[in-house]
Structures are given as C-alpha cells and as structure tokens.
C-alpha cells in the first residue's frame, strides 16, 4: 500500500486538502455520511457537530474495511450552507486533525440545495487505498 500527497510548488499552498494523491493498492470506496447516529437519526444542531459526526461515521466505515485515515485519497464535502462551513472552517480543521491527522486527501467542498435527510447539513464521501 501506497499513498503519496503531491502539492506542486506552482500551485498555491494547500491548506486541509491536497492537490494530488497518488496511490497504489486496493481502493476501498466510501459511502457518503450524514451525521446520522446509530439509530439512523440525524444528531448535531450545527454544521460542525454534524461535520463531527459525519467525518465519525466515514472512518467507522473506512476502518471496518480495514483502512486507516491516512490512507484516505480523496474526500467530498458536500454542505447545504458554504458560508456557514466557511465561517466554522477553523473548527472544522481541528474536528478533522483530532479525527483523521494532519494527512489530507484531495477535497471538494460543494455547496448543494438540501441532502437526502432534510436535517443533515453535511455529507462527507470519499475512497482510499490501503
């Protein structure tokens, strides 16, 4: 297993995310998570409580599958409020340093209307290869 962050010096300096991520291995692709709880109900009144558990439940999947989280390459953020993830983008850092390190996958973050569960504010999908 392999996974190599490229961040070229021609691009400007990433901050969370990586420009490229190389891999070589088995890819285990991840389902888009919601911070539903155990019970399958929505938890979390804000969207980084909701990034929390939604970021949870993403490595709850990858580990079971046998990944860790450095070995995630490649994550989409999806957010029904871009401004307000923006504004808690500090918190959401720390949300994701204290949960999966301070390796980062190549990210989106896309602004959508509303998500499956009307209550969920984020949606986090992505693969990785171990």
Do not use: C, K
Not at 18 to 39: E, K, M, N, R, W
Not at 49 to 54: K, N, V
Not at 56 to 71: C, D, F, W
């Amino acid at each position: 297993m392999s996974v190599e962050r490229v961040n070229p010096p021609e691009l400007a300096q990433p901050r969370g995310f990586s420009h490229a991520v190389v891999g070589t291995g088995t890819t285990i692709f991840l389902a888009g998570q919601t911070a539903l709880d155990h019970s399958g109900r929505i938890v979390g009144g804000d969207v980084v409580a909701q990034f929390e558990q939604a970021l949870s439940n993403l490595l709850t999947a990858l580990r079971a599958a046998g990944g860790e989280p450095r070995q995630l390459a490649s994550l989409t953020v999806y957010v029904t409020d871009m401004d307000e993830y923006r504004a808690h983008a500090a918190e959401i850092g720390r949300v994701w340093r204290r949960l999966a390190g301070r390796d980062y996958p190549a990210m989106a973050g896309i602004g959508v209307a509303r998500l499956w569960d009307a209550e969920a504010l984020v949606e986090v999908q992505g693969f990785a290869v171990v």
